[in-house]
């Protein structure tokens, strides 16, 4: 049973921070690559960015260099930092397990998101 809780979300000013937390369970955390993504109401699900099992990280194209994504394996716990908000980063944020060490590969398991607003 691969378990993901997300936490850590709020509302923050444009220009200010938030970091996101993504804590794991019934899974060995340094087997797996963890993705971040986001839904804003009445768009589609898009990938905000994930870690590979070996640290290494991709972004999207819109946080590009203002969120970054860290792992701490033994303490089983992903982060997302978010710097430099703006208001179309307002979304429900979700972090997900792959099915290997890799982020090009499909997330198999989903947590329940937290919500981050930001307003102008």
């Known amino acids: 049973q691969f378990v993901l809780v997300e936490s850590g979300g709020g509302l923050v000013q444009t220009g200010g921070s938030l970091r996101l937390s993504c804590a794991t369970s019934g899974f060995t955390l340094d087997y797996y690559a963890i993705g971040w993504f986001r839904q804003a109401p009445g768009k589609e699900r898009e990938g905000v960015g994930c870690?590979?099992?070996?640290?290494?990280?991709d972004y999207a194209d819109s946080v590009q260099g203002r969120f970054t994504i860290s792992r701490y394996n033994a303490e089983n716990v992903v982060y997302l930092h978010m710097s430099r908000l703006k208001p179309e980063d307002t979304a429900v944020y979700y972090c997900?397990?792959?099915?290997?060490?890799?982020?090009?590969?499909?997330?198999?398991?989903w947590g329940q998101g937290t919500q981050v607003t930001v307003s102008s």
């Open positions: 870690i590979n099992s070996d640290g290494s990280t």
């Open positions: 997900a397990a792959t099915s290997s060490r890799s982020c090009h590969t499909d997330f198999r398991s």
